[in-house]
């Protein structure tokens, strides 16, 4: 009983802490000054890994998510306020490497692009099956053909059997 209870328990600690963010940031990268490390913390969640692509830069470990942590923090260090930090990192990396772009004639592709595509294969979905289950209405009664109609030979022989009860297997 106990050590089911230490099981579960040990189990629910795991399954929270999968849950919780990893981040990346390694000790050598942090600030000395927490305020400023805290700030660095709250640009990096804006910025998207170009590398990982659904992770912010925090929470990357690609190598390229490291340097633009880094920078982030060359930048506060500088003196740079948050928007000036985005804004020099939109400047390098397009406004992709936003994790919400702005809305605007560049950033359509992101904004409406998955729609878009869900819509197409729906719609490429839809044309398949309907294409599909119309096939098979008439090809289904096209592919086999009727049968011949039997010749009066046949049909006296028929007859006589079906009369008589006389068949090969009586």
Not at 36 to 57: D, F, G, M, P
Not at 137 to 159: K, Y
Request: net charge negative.
């Amino acid at each position: 009983m106990i050590r089911t209870a230490r099981a579960l328990a040990l189990a629910a600690v795991v399954a929270v802490a999968a849950g919780l963010p990893a981040h990346a940031v390694q000790p050598d990268e942090m600030l000395a000054d927490p305020a400023l490390e805290a700030r660095a913390r709250e640009v990096s969640k804006e910025l998207r890994c170009v590398v990982c692509q659904n992770e912010n830069i925090d929470e990357s470990n690609a190598e390229l998510a490291r340097d633009m942590r880094l920078i982030v923090r060359d930048r506060i260090v500088k003196g740079d306020s948050n928007d000036e930090i985005l804004e020099f990192m939109v400047a390098r990396y397009g406004d992709y490497v936003l994790l919400e772009p702005p809305f605007k004639a560049s950033t359509y592709a992101l904004w409406f692009g998955p729609v878009l595509f869900l819509l197409l294969a729906g719609g490429v979905a839809f044309a398949f099956y309907r294409n599909r289950s119309a096939a098979a209405g008439t090809s289904g009664a096209a592919a086999v053909p009727p049968p011949a109609d039997l010749t009066p030979e046949e049909r006296r022989r028929l007859d006589a059997l079906l009369r008589d009860g006389d068949g090969p297997n009586t």
